[in-house]
Structure formats: C-alpha cells, structure tokens
C-alpha cells in the first residue's frame, strides 16, 4: 500500500500507548505515505504518545481532552494555522467508569455516567466533525470506533453499548449531512482488542475466549487488520463509501446460535 497516501494529511485521536487501535491506524497509515498530528489526553499519556509520533515523522502532537472543548478547539485552530487543511480524522475515544461496565444495566447505570459516557465516546465525534469538516475543502473522511455492543446485547458493556448505539447513529446523520461537500464519515466496529478501555469491561477474559471458539474465523482480530480496514475507508479506495459501520471481528457479527453450541455437535 505504499503511496496510497502520499499528499495526505490527518489527525489521530485516541492513541494511549502502543496497544491502542489508534496506534494500529496510524502505523498503517504512515507506512502508506500520511502525514498524521496526533491528540493525547493528559501529560501523562503525552510522555507516551510524543516516542510514538516521532516514530513516524509527526511533529503535531496535541494535548486534548474531549470534556474541555476548548482542547477541541485549539487543536483545529493548530491544524488550521499548521496545514490550513486535512484530509482525514480518525476518532478512537471512548469511556465509561470501570463500574458501571459489570453487573446488569438495569441495576448500575447512574444519571451522572451515563452522561459522561455519552458526551466522551458518542457527543465527542459531532464535535469533532464539526471543526474538521471546515478544514476539508477538498473533501475528506473521517472515522470513528465502534463495538458491537451498540445493536446486540454483550453482558457488562451496558452503557457503552447504549453509547455506541447513539455513535452510530451519529455517523448516518454526520454522513448525510457533509456528503454535500464531499466528507465521507464511516466506522469500524471492531471486535474485542486488549487494549487499556477494553480491560474496563468487566469479564474481558471471557468475551475473548467466547469470540475465539465462536466467530467464523475462530481468532479474535489485532490492531494491524482494524488498521488495514481503516487504512481502506480513509484513502481514496472508498470514494462511493459514506454511512456505513464496518464490521472488522473475524465476522462475529454474522452468528446467531454459538458456533459451538449443542446443534452442532
Ligand atoms: P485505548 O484505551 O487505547 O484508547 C482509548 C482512548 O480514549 C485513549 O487514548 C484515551 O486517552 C481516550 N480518551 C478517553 N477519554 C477521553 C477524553 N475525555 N478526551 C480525549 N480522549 C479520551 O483503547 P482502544 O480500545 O484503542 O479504544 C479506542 C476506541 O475503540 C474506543 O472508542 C473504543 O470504544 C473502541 N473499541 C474498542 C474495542 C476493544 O475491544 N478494545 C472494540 C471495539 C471498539
């Protein structure tokens, strides 16, 4: 895939350290020839992120914290100031309290995380299209994370599966209203990735092994193939592609019965 990127310019959102699907991302879209600025929230994921960066070129390494709005702002201020344009944005945020993502959804979910959630990992990609979108005059595509959890009922995701409900529906609307002027806006929804939000999820271990004995492809999927499909609806390859959730989850999605269940024995 060499050069398939060459000339573009983006910003990555969501990188926490080397096992972050952000990082998965933006190493594939380095190796394709992008130019990346990079976002990190706090100083102390920014002493991580910085080594990151300069592995591959980046020079624009942002604090932002999608909580403090103005972060937001002065990030695309910078990039506006920086490279008056971009091409691409991927989003790959995401929260909930540790808490809240064990037990019934019924019983553990407060009014207070449930807004937090909402705001952090679904309200955020609005935001953010919002102030990419001008940046975009020649067009652009911008990406977000997404979890199955959103339209199937996973035990312990809970709110985040509520929140990623509303995240994709967010993408439909976002794409249907900046198709006029060329920005394209996809997800990918990933299938379990150990990563520091995935062991927030209570019972990690066993998503894991369910996933392993029952997807189609029997695996579970790593940074490098969410960033090869990412690398896919960011370059140009998608041109006719806007408004769709990619399912990247050795095709998890497509069960109903558990592969290993009793009917097929
Ligand atoms: P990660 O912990 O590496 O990344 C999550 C990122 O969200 C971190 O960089 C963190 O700093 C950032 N973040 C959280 N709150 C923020 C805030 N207020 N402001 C700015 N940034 C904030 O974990 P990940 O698994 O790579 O998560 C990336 C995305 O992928 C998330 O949206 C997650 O829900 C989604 N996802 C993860 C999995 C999985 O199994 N790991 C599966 C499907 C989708």
């Given at each position: 895939?060499?050069g ?7 910003l990555?959102?969501?990188v926490a350290?080397d096992?972050?699907?952000?990082w ?5 879209l ?8 990079f976002?990190?929230?706090g100083?102390g994921?920014?002493?991580r992120v910085?080594?990151?960066?300069q ?12 909580e403090?709005?103005a972060?937001?702002?002065?990030v695309?201020?910078t990039?506006?100031?920086e ?11 995401g929260?909930s309290?540790?808490n809240e ?6 019983d ?7 807004s937090?959630?909402m705001v ?6 609005t935001?953010?299209a ?9 067009g652009?595509?911008i ?11 996973m035990p312990?995701?809970?709110v985040?599966?509520v929140a990623?409900a509303a ?12 198709g006029?002027?060329g ?12 990563t520091?939000?995935?062991?927030g999820?209570?019972?990690?271990r066993a998503m ?9 492809l029997?695996?579970?999927v790593?940074?490098a ?6 690398l896919?609806?960011l370059?140009?390859?998608s041109?006719?592609?806007t ?10 999605n ?6 290993t ?5």
């Amino acid at each position: 895939m060499d050069g398939l990127m060459k000339g573009k310019r983006g910003l990555i959102m969501g990188v926490a350290n080397d096992h972050s699907i952000a990082w998965g991302i933006a190493s594939k879209l380095a190796e394709a020839g992008a130019e990346l600025a990079f976002t990190y929230q706090g100083e102390g994921f920014g002493r991580r992120v910085r080594p990151l960066a300069q592995k591959l070129g980046s020079t624009l390494v942002l604090p932002c914290d999608v909580e403090d709005i103005a972060t937001v702002d002065a990030v695309f201020e910078t990039l506006k100031s920086e490279w008056g344009s971009i091409d691409f944005v991927v989003h790959a945020i995401g929260f909930s309290d540790r808490n809240e993502l064990k037990g019934r959804y019924a019983d553990v979910t407060t009014r207070e995380n449930f807004s937090r959630t909402m705001v952090i990992s679904a309200y955020s990609f609005t935001e953010v299209a919002q102030r990419a979108a001008p940046l975009m005059s020649a067009g652009g595509s911008i990406l977000t994370l997404t979890y199955g959890g959103s339209v199937r009922v996973m035990p312990n995701y809970n709110v985040m599966g509520v929140a990623k409900a509303a995240l994709e529906a967010m993408v439909r609307y976002l794409a249907a209203d900046y198709g006029q002027d060329g920005i394209r806006v996809n997800a990918i929804s990933a299938g379990p990735v150990r990563t520091l939000a995935g062991a927030g999820i209570g019972d990690a271990r066993a998503m894991f092994s369910y996933q392993r004995k029952n997807a189609p492809l029997r695996r579970t999927v790593d940074i490098a193939e969410v960033g090869n499909s990412a690398l896919y609806l960011l370059s140009d390859l998608s041109s006719g592609v806007t408004g769709e959730i990619h399912y990247v989850d050795s095709g998890f999605n497509i069960t109903s019965m558990p592969i290993t269940s009793e009917l097929n024995k």
